[in-house]
T-cell receptor
Framework: GQQLNQSPQSMFIQEGEDVSMNCTSS?????WLWYKQDPGEGPVLLIA?????ELTSNGRLTAQFGITRKDSFLNISASIPSDVGIYFC??????????????FGTGTLLAVQP | DSGVTQTPKHLITATGQRVTLRCSPR?????VYWYQQSLDQGLQFLIQ???????AKGNILERFSAQQFPDLHSELNLSSLELGDSALYFC???????????????FGNGTRLTVT
């Protein structure tokens, strides 16, 4: 199935460190989303990006919509133990009009050591 | 709590059987999406419904089918189950879609299907 290329695949960091992960594609996306998934739960929306070049923050999280519309990155500053989980990027291939597909990245597993 | 409800939470069944997974979207959301998550395949889009009509199809097998009812809840039917169908199945919903705007999806907590 179609997926976005997300890196790194996993990260093991110390509490307090900053984290950066990114997502790339050969296709152009009109909307980028970042989700976090905890074990046994569904993905939870963290940040939504709607315009090329847009930089959006949500607390310690910052994400950017790449200028080429083919990539996005997510930064987490001053990580804490509860940041542990799997982070997914996701992109819409086309505008709404009641028909759209949200394609997910391969995920980044984040482990934070206290 | 995303407001998307999925039942059952867990399902264990044998190969060859048929199961139905149920999803109630967030209040007011017209679109329902189904995704399959397995360890080696990540989150794979299966199918999307909008206000009762099928709108987009992904990697959904012919043995699988879905529908969205007038009250907007949705069911995913999986038949002739195989061992490889064991996975987490997620439902997500989003509001009315605008032509130039993609509303984010909000996910339920999934149904874990185990085929033995």
């Amino acid at each position: 199935g179609q997926q976005l290329n997300q890196s790194p695949q996993s990260m093991f960091i110390q509490e307090g460190e900053d984290v950066s992960m990114n997502c790339t594609s050969s296709s152009i996306f009109n909307t980028w989303l970042w989700y976090k998934q905890d074990p046994g739960e569904g993905p939870v929306l963290l940040i939504a990006l709607y315009k090329a070049g847009e930089l959006t923050s949500n607390g310690r999280l910052t994400a950017q919509f790449g200028i080429t519309r083919k990539d996005s990155f997510l930064n987490i500053s001053a990580s804490i133990p509860s940041d542990v989980g799997i982070y997914f990027c996701a992109g819409f291939l086309n505008y709404g009009g009641a028909t759209n597909k949200l394609i997910f990245g391969t995920g980044t597993l984040l482990a934070v050591q206290p | 709590d995303s407001g998307v409800t999925q039942t059952p939470k867990h399902l264990i069944t044998a190969t060859g059987q048929r199961v139905t997974l149920r999803c109630s979207p967030r209040s007011g959301d017209l679109s329902v999406y189904w995704y399959q998550q397995s360890l080696d395949q990540g989150l794979q889009f299966l199918i999307q419904y909008y206000n009762g009509e099928e709108r987009a199809k992904g990697n959904i097998l012919e043995r699988f089918s879905a529908q969205q009812f007038p009250d907007l809840h949705s069911e995913l039917n999986l038949s002739s189950l195989e061992l490889g169908d064991s996975a987490l199945y997620f439902c997500a919903s989003s509001p009315r879609q605008e032509r130039s705007f993609n509303s984010p999806l909000h996910f339920g907590n999934g149904t874990r299907l185990t085929v033995t």
